[in-house]
């Protein structure tokens, strides 16, 4: 799976764990700052993630990646 599969499916999993408009969502944005996830949100980001690409993540260091490239690059790693 190339990077634009993976960043185009991270982009839809955020958009519906934190019910915000996808246009919303740029590489740079940062989880809490930009994108209003709070704690408890992050944790199903994790757990959604883990779901839509079938993997089990670090969830320490997924807990590290605060943006959405970071998150795209991160299971980028999970899948090779």
Same mark, same amino acid.
């Given at each position: 799976?190339?990077?634009?599969? $993976? ?5 839809? *999993? /955020?958009?519906?764990?934190?019910? $915000?408009?996808?246009?919303? /969502? !740029?590489? #740079?944005? #940062? +989880? ?10 992050? /944790?199903?980001? $994790?757990?959604? +993630?883990?779901?839509? +690409? #079938? ?11 605060? !943006?959405?490239?970071?998150? *795209?690059? +991160? ?6």
């Amino acid at each position: 799976m190339d990077k634009a599969e $993976i960043k185009k499916r991270v982009e839809k *999993v /955020i958009a519906q764990v934190l019910k $915000i408009d996808p246009k919303e /969502i !740029t590489p #740079n944005a #940062n +989880f809490a700052f930009d994108l209003g996830a709070d704690s408890m949100q992050s /944790i199903e980001l $994790i757990a959604a +993630f883990e779901e839509e +690409f #079938n993997i089990q993540m670090d969830e320490q260091k997924a807990r590290e990646v605060q !943006t959405v490239e970071g998150a *795209v690059d +991160f299971i980028a790693g999970y899948l090779k």
